[in-house]
């Protein structure tokens, strides 16, 4: 793709009322480089490089849920689920789905499916997990939520969702083990090997 293609998309989509998620994802794939994620909380594209001690948070929940539920299970992440709200396209660090789900009719997974989801925290985004994308976790009723803050030192789990916002919440430090029995994921999670930035 030359500069005068992106340029000629640009002038052609801004002349456009109204972006759809797709059409901002289209453009995401084609400019964004590997190595950089990439999503849409409420209508604003949000980037971030991948860093090492990123993936490895996520990496030590995957494989505690791999250890729980099997490497069948469908866990994904950083894969495109639309949301309720305006323009609420995430990439959610991690994603468990419920047994049994399947992709809508254009190949997406529906955000009622989503059980569990881990977002770690970004110098660049942090603001979306605290904020927008955890209203909207809570809206679409995902039953837990854990942030990992690699800054703090600390997870903060979020639970029972309900008229838009979640009515628990739990704070453990780096070290210490968080209790998810009693929750759909059934686990308790190590995190005395999480890293901090």
């Given at each position: 793709?030359?500069?005068?293609d992106?340029?000629?998309?640009?002038?052609?989509?801004?002349d456009?009322?109204?972006?759809?998620?797709?059409?901002?994802f289209?453009?995401?794939e084609?400019?964004?480089p590997?190595?950089?994620?990439?999503?849409v909380?409420?209508?604003?594209v949000?980037?971030?490089?991948?860093?090492?001690?990123?993936?490895?948070?996520?990496?030590?929940?995957?494989?505690?849920?791999?250890?729980?539920?099997?490497?069948?299970?469908?866990?994904?992440?950083d894969?495109r689920?639309?949301?309720?709200?305006?323009?609420?396209?995430?990439c959610?660090?991690?994603?468990?789905?419920?047994d049994?789900?399947?992709?809508?009719?254009?190949?997406?997974?529906?955000?009622?499916?989503?059980?569990f989801?881990?977002?770690?925290?970004?110098?660049g985004?942090?603001?979306?997990?605290?904020?927008?994308?955890?209203?909207?976790?809570?809206?679409?009723?995902?039953?837990?939520?854990?942030?990992?803050?690699?800054?703090?030192?600390r997870?903060h789990?979020?639970?029972?969702?309900?008229?838009?916002e979640?009515?628990?919440?739990?704070?453990?430090?780096?070290?210490?083990?968080?209790?998810?029995?009693?929750?759909?994921?059934?686990?308790?999670?190590?995190?005395?090997?999480f890293?901090?930035?």
């Amino acid at each position: 793709m030359t500069v005068v293609d992106v340029l000629t998309d640009r002038i052609e989509m801004a002349d456009d009322d109204e972006w759809s998620l797709d059409r901002w994802f289209e453009l995401i794939e084609r400019l964004v480089p590997e190595g950089i994620k990439a999503e849409v909380v409420e209508g604003a594209v949000h980037m971030v490089p991948q860093r090492n001690v990123h993936w490895q948070h996520i990496r030590r929940v995957l494989y505690a849920l791999d250890d729980r539920f099997s490497r069948d299970a469908l866990v994904m992440t950083d894969v495109r689920i639309d949301f309720p709200g305006d323009q609420n396209g995430f990439c959610p660090d991690l994603a468990k789905l419920k047994d049994g789900a399947k992709p809508d009719e254009n190949g997406r997974w529906r955000y009622q499916d989503v059980e569990f989801i881990a977002e770690v925290i970004s110098r660049g985004t942090g603001l979306n997990d605290y904020g927008p994308k955890k209203t909207t976790y809570a809206e679409a009723e995902v039953p837990v939520y854990l942030i990992v803050d690699p800054y703090q030192g600390r997870c903060h789990v979020h639970t029972d969702p309900k008229d838009g916002e979640y009515r628990t919440e739990s704070k453990s430090d780096f070290g210490k083990e968080i209790d998810l029995t009693g929750t759909v994921v059934d686990l308790v999670l190590a995190t005395d090997t999480f890293p901090r930035d």
